[in-house]
C-alpha cells in the first residue's frame, strides 16, 4: 500500500493551496481517508477526515472549519485536502493516512488514527511571507 501526497509547498498568509494524495494497492472505496499534519514542536493533530461512503460525511479541526476542505473522487482514486486563507500555524508536514472506513467514525478516526492505518510519507507545507 503507498499514499502519495503532493501540491505542498510554500504559501504565503492569506493564501491558498491544495494537497492531494493518491493511494495505490488498496481498495480505494472501502477506505477513510484523512490528513494529518505535524506541526514544530507541536503534537500530531488531525486536520480532516473524509467516509468511505454515507454520503461522504467529513470532519475538521476546530481551527481550520470553513477554511479546509476534504473531497474524494472515487473514480479517479484521489483525495484532496483545499486549504484557504492559509496562517503560519498551519505550517507543518501533512501526511495522508488511510483506514478501513469500517473501523471507525469520520470523528474517531481522526482523532486517534489505528495502530494500522497506512500512512504516506508526509509533505512540507510553509506559510510564511
Known amino acids: 500500500v503507498q499514499l502519495v501526497e503532493s501540491g505542498g509547498g510554500l504559501v504565503q498568509p492569506g493564501g491558498s493551496l491544495r494537497l492531494s494524495c493518491a493511494p495505490s494497492?488498496?481498495?480505494?472505496?472501502?477506505?477513510?481517508i484523512g490528513w494529518f499534519r505535524q506541526a514544530p514542536g507541536r503534537e500530531r493533530e488531525g486536520v480532516a477526515c473524509?467516509?468511505?461512503?454515507?454520503?461522504?460525511?467529513?470532519d475538521y479541526l476546530d481551527s481550520v472549519k470553513g477554511r479546509f476542505s476534504i473531497t474524494r473522487d472515487n473514480a479517479k482514486n484521489m483525495v484532496f485536502l483545499q486549504m484557504n486563507d492559509r496562517n503560519p500555524a498551519g505550517t507543518g508536514v501533512y501526511y495522508c493516512?488511510?483506514?478501513?472506513?469500517?473501523?471507525?467514525?469520520?470523528?474517531?478516526?481522526?482523532?486517534?488514527?489505528?495502530?494500522?492505518?497506512?500512512w504516506g510519507q508526509g509533505i512540507q507545507v510553509t506559510v510564511s511571507s
Open positions: 493516512v488511510a483506514t478501513p472506513g469500517l473501523y471507525s467514525t469520520v470523528q474517531a478516526f481522526r482523532a486517534r488514527p489505528a495502530s494500522d492505518a497506512y
Open positions: 473524509i467516509s468511505h461512503n454515507n454520503g461522504y460525511s467529513t
Open positions: 494497492g488498496l481498495n480505494f472505496r472501502d477506505y477513510a
